[in-house]
């Protein structure tokens, strides 16, 4: 690579960390995206950032779809670029802006597996009863799991908490979601019994000197880290006979389809799960409506 898409990436990184406030995972994509691209225009000659033409980026996406990307890397890789080339005029790198003129490929989303109310329930009260056996980390991933639905959180917005982000009197998490931007989410008597039967019982067992004010330990006392979170999911989830293999983010798409289902409206579920888009949290809908077709189709005698 050129040494002055180095340097363009190098400062775009920056930017990307520090006053976009981006976390190192989206920072890697982003990075992996231009540095594709890099390589693309490079061979087309375009040594450096400023030669890019929307030409060579439609270019470069068409490369992609024959290399195979799937729909949803491409419009990825195109959000990705537009930023970038935007960002190259904002700061004089460039006169002018190839990407603005780059259409996203539309990706297929596929509808998430979401768990039934009964499945929710089993699973609910299969990880209660095994408390007797568990001991603190049961009475632990019991409030994970009722948190995770009651509030439809992010498996890291969760593992982030500290205890004061917990106003245990009004029912309400304290929640640092993308970006930084900071949202209270409510959450209901089941999952405040589960909270509090852990804060006084089970995580004074497990406290070690790495804890600090973490909500929720792993078994050595430091604050539980995202992998074991979905573990904890999935093993606790494997008993349920019949429910699908969801981690975490399957419950949050059950919480979100449960919420429309019980009657919220769109926007409400919006501000729970702290989408930044409403069309984000349209997919939800459609769930719903598939799952009222599929019992339709099982129920009326001539569907």
Known sequence: MSGAWDDALEAFTEHLRHERDLSEHSVRGYLVDLGHLADHARALGAG????????????????????????????????????????????????????????????????????????????????????????????????????????????????????????RG???????????????????????DAVDAWVTIGRPTLVGPESGPALLLGVRGGRLDPRAARKIVHDRLAVVEGAPDLGPHGLRHTAATHLLEGGADLRSVQEVLGHASLGTTQIYTHVSTERLRAAYRLAHPRA
Do not use: H
């Not at 799991?145 to 917005?157: D, F, M, P, S």
């Not at 009004?170 to 405040?192: C, I, T």
């Open 48 to 167: 450096e950032p400023s030669g890019l033409t929307t030409r060579a980026l439609r270019s470069f996406l068409a490369n992609q779809q024959t290399l195979g990307r799937s729909r949803a890397t491409l419009a990825r890789r195109a959000t990705s670029i537009r930023s970038f080339t935007a960002w190259l005029v904002r700061t004089g790198r460039a006169t002018n802006d190839p990407g603005a003129l780059l259409a996203s490929p539309r990706s297929q989303r596929a509808l998430p597996d979401v768990l039934s109310q009964t499945e929710v329930r089993a699973l609910l009260d299969a990880t209660s009863a095994a408390i007797e056996t568990d001991g603190p980390v049961g009475l632990r991933d019991l409030a994970i799991l009722e948190l995770l639905y009651a509030t439809g959180v992010r498996v890291g917005e969760l593992c982030g908490l500290d205890i004061d982000d917990i106003d």
């Open 170 to 192: 009004r029912r309400l998490l304290r929640v640092l979601g993308k970006g930084r931007k900071e949202r209270s989410v409510p959450y209901g008597l089941p999952a405040a």
